[in-house]
């Protein structure tokens, strides 16, 4: 057999010694152009079926063949009739096939996967080429039953690939028992355009199928434990996002070559067999996560010797971790017990578990200390631990297992210093210890160069920031430092911190004037200093952070990763996610916060502070925040008209300062505006239009403004009787009407004399009083 492997560009004359050619490869990572695709018009078909008549093997995969005008495929494929494999995968190619590829009827190998095909094969020339033995049609948009019909024909057919295509159920009651042809081997219909099928018949006649994947198409039924006993050779079976619902039954005798089950995100019922590891003892991967399971773990799991990931999180499994699975799963790297109700003690001291590189039991009732056993795990990189009721302190060995990059353990009872061992953790990316009791102050060595997120919240740090915290750490996000007993002032090196965008300081001890350094974080999303002691004005340079910048596709500060898996050869990745978490106020209400639309919240809080002057107008730059608070202060000056650039913004909240002046009308422009405060200040004249937005807020957004009018408070009066709060001079901030104080003290004063004259005049008995008092007074 001659071949061919193309090496350069194809001139248009075509290959006219290459008539007896039967092989012909355009590998794209053999071209030697400078672009890593080459983009060939569908005539080229036409070239190669004229040069190459007798051609068998054809790969042009990568090549965007559907470039041309129509994007369809060339009729010049069709006389090709003696192909028996084409690759044509990833050609941006669409529309139908065309009927002539029915005469292709040597064709063992088709792989048209990755295009945009359209059409049911049910009626496609598909039908027709019953030789096939492999079918890679996945990332399409196919229309295929599930029932697999029009296919029923193709005898050698051993591996069917569709999966992201359109699983439609087209099957009859007539055809329900014909049983297909084929035998398969694999069988791949994973999609999310299927909705509610129970399992195909034809599926009940195969016996050699190895790799079965029927995820997120809502299968329903009971788990088909019938499937593994048909099928002794299967090693892969995947049922993830399907309907399944009612009891885990296993088959009834041991299946020694399943590697990979997973069925999570269903609705599996009931117990986990008491049997699972006896029956199934090679498995290399379990996943039953987010199920209703219920029951305890069964110590059988310890008999799974090559057992490296299960995951059983989001159930409801209770009682405590068995420890024939901790002593007999030595090759496991991913354990995740996590939200169920799970409780005791983590580990004893007979602990095998030296190859977790992940290990996430949060959502649970576990008690005691975080056990020494761990230490063995030199290998661990994400340590879950959050949202249990463990206590004592964090372990200073945890600094050693320099793998480390996700710490999580918030709300524990956990006490005691920060390990100043954590300096050694260089691959460390989020710290979350948020929620306990730790004490002391941040080590000033701390500052890993891959830290991104930083959670320290409610707890009792105190002193000050020291300059080696954090020093250079480019990588940080978010540093989240509230409700501590920290002290001192915002440091000066905050400005290197080039990459943090949410900077939680609230509710703290810290002093000094709000850093102008804060204005060199350019990416700045989010920034809480309120319930401090902080004083002086507010810095005007706040428009150069990103509160000021539209609404853009910034990736989320989620952490979305994969571990890494290998089994006999076989790699794959189990998708895990971070969601970052903290407490934010805003609308008068503490809101947690997490996910996705941390990447959207924008917002700036330095209420409850000391700060003085007036409000800077280049606050109104800040177009892109949500809410705006400067509530509890001693600002003064009016509210600035720039204000009615906040289009995005929610809640403004600036009561409780000693504004005066008016309330700018052009506030009613902001359609978002949900919650609004301008209480106890010095306001006067009429309010802002009550319509849109601004026909939602009641007396309580203005009281304690006594000179306000107009709905929902009293109509006001005309300009020449209504008073005004402030006198000439805007800038000045006292809005007693001195006049009137005067005229109404001296009234006073002189009522207050002529009423003791009168008193003593009447009364001898207080006269003799009131001048023994005088006399003795004198003396």
Not at 161 to 173: D, P, Q, R, V
Not at 261 to 282: F, T, Y
Request: net charge negative.
């Amino acid at each position: 057999m001659s071949s061919c492997e193309v090496n350069g560009v194809v001139r248009s004359q075509g290959f006219p010694h290459f008539k007896s050619l039967e092989h012909f490869d355009m590998d794209f990572t053999r071209i030697a152009l400078n672009t890593s695709f080459i983009a060939l018009n569908t005539s080229f078909l036409q070239i190669i079926s004229e040069s190459m008549p007798s051609l068998k093997y054809l790969s042009l995969s990568y090549y965007t063949l559907g470039t041309n005008s129509s994007g369809t495929l060339d009729q010049g494929l069709c006389s090709l009739v003696h192909l028996q494999e084409l690759y044509i995968a990833s050609n941006d190619l669409r529309g139908s096939l065309p009927w002539c590829m029915a005469n292709m009827t040597s064709l063992r190998i088709l792989d048209v996967s990755s295009n945009q095909l359209t059409g049911s094969i049910s009626s496609s020339p598909l039908v027709h080429l019953t030789s096939i033995e492999e079918l890679m049609l996945s990332n399409n948009y196919f229309q295929i039953p599930i029932s697999l019909e029009p296919l029923f024909n193709y005898s050698r057919l051993k591996i069917f690939n569709a999966e992201n295509n359109e699983i439609k159920a087209e099957i009859t009651e007539s055809h329900s028992l014909i049983a297909p042809k084929f035998q398969l081997n694999t069988l791949s219909l994973s999609s999310n355009y299927g909705d509610g099928f129970i399992f195909p018949k034809f599926l009940y006649h195969q016996h050699d199928l190895e790799y079965v994947d029927l995820s997120h198409i809502k299968m329903n039924g009971e788990f088909p434990n019938w499937l593994l006993e048909n099928n002794t050779k299967l090693e892969t079976l995947f049922l993830v996002n399907d309907s399944l619902a009612g009891p885990f039954r296993l088959p009834i005798h041991s299946h020694k070559r399943l590697r990979q089950l997973d069925v999570s995100n269903n609705n599996i019922r009931g117990h986990i067999p008491v049997k699972i590891g006896d029956v199934l003892p090679s498995l290399y991967v379990f996943n039953n996560s987010m199920n209703a399971l219920d029951g305890s773990i069964p110590s059988s799991f310890g008999n799974m010797k090559f057992l490296q990931i299960l995951d059983l999180s989001n159930n409801h499994l209770t009682g405590e971790i068995p420890e024939h699975l901790a002593v007999g799963c030595v090759n496991l790297q991913f354990l995740a017990l996590s939200n169920n109700n799970l409780q005791g003690h983590l580990f004893s001291r007979n602990f095998n578990l030296t190859n977790l590189q992940w290990l996430q039991l949060e959502g649970n009732r576990f008690v005691g200390e975080i056990p020494q056993s761990l230490s063995k795990c030199s290998s661990l990189e994400g340590l879950y631990l959050n949202n249990n009721s463990l206590l004592g302190k964090i372990p200073r060995w945890l600094g050693n297992l320099t793998r480390l990059q996700y710490i999580i353990m918030p709300n524990n009872h956990l006490e005691g210093p920060i390990p100043v061992e954590f300096c050694q953790l260089d691959s460390l990316q989020i710290l979350d210890i948020s929620d306990n009791n730790i004490s002391g102050s941040l080590p000033s060595c701390f500052h890993p160069l891959s830290i991104k997120q930083v959670h320290l919240s409610k707890n009792m740090l105190h002193g000050q920031l020291k300059r080696g915290t954090f020093f250079n750490c480019s990588s940080l996000v978010t540093l989240d430092l509230s409700y501590n007993r920290l002290n001192g002032s915002i440091p000066d090196w905050v400005d290197g911190l080039s990459q943090l965008s949410h900077l939680i300081l609230g509710h703290n001890n810290l002093e000094g004037e709000v850093s102008v350094q804060l204005c060199e974080l350019n990416q700045l999303q989010l920034l809480d200093l309120s319930n401090n002691n902080l004083h002086g004005p507010i810095p005007p340079c706040f428009d150069n952070t990103t509160l000021h910048e539209s609404y853009s596709n910034s990736s989320s500060p989620d952490e979305q990763f994969e571990i890494f898996f290998s089994i006999e050869g076989h790699q794959g990745f189990l998708e895990k996610q971070n969601h970052e978490i903290f407490e934010f106020t805003t609308k008068n209400i503490a809101y947690i916060y997490q996910g996705k639309v941390l990447s959207l919240l924008s917002g700036l809080d330095l209420s409850c502070n000391k700060l003085i002057g007036h409000i800077p107008p280049q606050i109104g730059n800040l177009t892109r925040i949500q809410t705006l608070n400067l509530s509890h202060n001693n600002l003064t000056g009016s509210i600035p008209s720039t204000f009615s650039n906040l289009k995005h913004v929610e809640s403004l909240d600036l009561s409780n300062n000693k504004l005066n002046g008016k309330i700018p009308h052009q506030l009613v422009e902001l359609k978002t505006l949900e919650v609004f405060s301008v209480a106890y200040n010095n306001l006067s004249g009429e309010i802002p239009e009550w319509k849109a937005q601004f026909a939602t807020f009641n007396e309580s957004s203005y009281e304690g403004n006594t000179f306000l009018c107009g709905l929902p408070l009293p109509i006001c009066r005309s300009p020449a009787t209504m008073p005004e709060a402030s006198i000439g001079n805007e800038q000045d901030d006292n809005l007693i009407d001195m006049d009137s104080f005067f005229i109404t003290f001296t009234t006073s004063y002189v009522i207050v004399i002529f009423g003791i004259v009168i008193v003593l005049y009447v009364n001898s008995y207080w006269r003799r009083r009131w001048f023994y008092f005088v006399e003795m007074w004198i003396t």
